[in-house]
Structure formats: C-alpha cells, structure tokens
Nanobody, 124 residues
Framework: QLQLVESGGDLVQPGGSLRLSCAAS????????IGWFRQAPGKEREGIAC???????HYEDVLKGRFFISRDNAKNTVYLQMNSLKPEDTAVYYC??????????????????WGQGTQVTVSS
C-alpha cells in the first residue's frame, strides 16, 4: 500500500521561499497522480496543485506563478516549490495520491492516499 510523507514545512518570513517534499513508499510513485492540498485554521482543505503520471501539472488560479509542482520518479518524490510566500499561505500542507486524476483534481475525494501534513507558517 502506498504511503506518503511530507516534509519541508517551516516558519518563513513573507516574501521567502520553501520547497515541500512528498516522499512515497510501498508502490512506485510513477503510477500515481499527486495533488497538494492545504488547510488553514478554520478553513476547508483546498487543492492547490497537481501533477499527473505523465508530468502534466495544474494549479489553483491564484497561485499560478508562485507555486510550482514537479516530480522525480527515480526518487519516488514530488515537490512543491513555493515562492513569494504570504501570511495567507500559512496552513498545513498535504500531499495525496490518485491512480486516476480527472478534471476534478482539486477535490479531496479524488485521492486515495494521504500524507500526515507539514506545517508552513509565513510570518515576520
């Protein structure tokens, strides 16, 4: 069974950058589409980016140009590069896996496996 572990979350100042990692074990990550989600306190979990097994990526519109998703199947890892971070980016960030991503990639119900999350805090 696929297991996912996120890492890379940290406290960062506004305008800074972070790279989150989603490491997989138990099954080759190449078989899966991967989504990144985040959940801020008191808010619903939202899909922010995904990358399918062919390397095609999609982003939540307001994050385009600041966040970039990539994958390294040899390392069984997917990355989320986050630039120009803002306080409103503060959240727990999760990665999730699906064997069949659809146009509804930003819906949590599309995914079968989830990591435990990593905290990102953007504050001065």
């Amino acid at each position: 069974q696929l297991q996912l572990v996120e890492s890379g979350g940290d406290l960062v100042q506004p305008g800074g950058s972070l790279r989150l990692s989603c490491a997989a074990s138990g099954d080759p990550l190449a078989y899966y589409g991967i989504g990144w989600f985040r959940q801020a306190p008191g808010k619903e979990r939202e899909g922010i980016a995904c990358i399918d097994s062919g390397g095609n990526s999609h982003y939540e519109d307001v994050l385009k140009g600041r966040f970039f998703i990539s994958r390294d199947n040899a390392k069984n890892t997917v990355y989320l590069q986050m630039n120009s971070l803002k306080p409103e980016d503060t959240a727990v960030y999760y990665c999730a896996a699906s064997k069949l991503l659809s146009a509804y990639w930003s819906s949590a119900g599309e995914y079968d496996y989830w990591g435990q999350g990593t905290q990102v805090t953007v504050s001065s």
